[in-house]
């Protein structure tokens, strides 16, 4: 996670300074990649530690198409509570896109597209769907992915047009990680690489402290992720199937989320 480190610390430092939807300016640069290969260990940063609950119970649902914040109680998660509404409601948030998108079960098509034909080159799932953008709590910020199998071996790339380098993409990264190694699992082949494309990739002002923080810490050896059971379907796993070892991450640094 070396690449993470070194893109931080290009926003952080070449960042421009500009002003946003949030009440809070940010450093930003746009249009940048990191390639990170799955065979190394799970990337889950190291520099600071990553609530892998959150991780995991935010994967489960959205792949379960709920949008309420409740499942997420149930499970000690508060990520999206900044955006839910009385009733915990966030609108037709990346689970609805995912499971009926104008009415297509994109995730249960995926799987079944790349059973058939694991040669496809579309394989591909989006969360940006504009007339559903005005009923959006927060319109997706990672807009689409696609799975590239070659010869057995799952690549999976991820378009995100807008990055929080600091909060964001460190469970950015290993969010979709976990969705590469369920798809994989699934599908009886190897998770071999992640590839997360950004758009506009930023640096709130208020974390440039903690930035420089986790800059002067030195990554650790990644964990390994162990799943403990293949059931049916991607949709059939639960928490108690992950088994995330050697996760010997720095402190975790706190930081506000500009909402």
């Known amino acids: 996670m070396r690449s993470y480190k070194y893109l931080l610390s290009e926003v952080l430092e070449n960042g421009i300074t500009e002003e946003n939807r949030t009440d809070v300016p940010a450093r930003r640069i746009a249009g940048r990649s990191l390639d990170i290969s799955l065979q190394d260990g799970f990337p889950l940063l190291t520099t600071k530690r990553i609530h ?3 991780v995991i119970h935010e994967l489960l649902w ?3 198409g709920n949008t309420n914040v409740s499942y ?3 499970n000690g ?3 999206w509570d900044e955006w839910a509404n009385e009733n915990g409601d ?3 948030i990346y689970g609805a896109q995912w499971r009926n998108f104008g009415g297509v079960d994109q995730i249960s098509w995926l799987m079944e597209e790349a059973k058939r034909n694991p040669n496809s ?6 969360a940006w769907n504009p007339p559903d953008l005005p009923k959006m709590a927060l319109p997706p910020c990672h807009v689409m992915f696609q799975v590239v199998i070659q010869q057995e071996k799952l690549h999976l790339i991820v378009y995100q047009r807008s990055a929080d380098i600091f909060l964001g993409v460190p469970f950015n990264i290993a969010s979709y990680a976990l969705l590469a190694e369920l798809i994989a699992h699934q599908l009886s082949i190897l998770p071999v690489r992640l590839v997360m494309n950004f758009g506009d990739l930023h ?7 903690q930035a420089e923080i986790q800059l002067s810490r030195e990554p650790r050896s990644l964990p390994d992720l162990l799943i403990c059971r293949r059931p049916s379907s991607i949709f059939e796993y639960c928490y108690e199937d992950f088994n995330l070892v050697g996760y010997d991450p720095h402190p975790a640094i706190k930081a506000d989320v500009a909402v």
């Open 203 to 209: 640096l709130y002002e208020n974390h440039v402290e």
């Open 90 to 92: 966030l609108g037709p």
């Open 72 to 74: 997420l109680h149930e």
């Open 52 to 54: 892998v609950r959150s």
């Open 77 to 79: 998660v508060t990520i």
């Open 62 to 64: 959205f792949l379960s």
């Open 121 to 126: 080159r579309r394989l591909l799932v989006s």
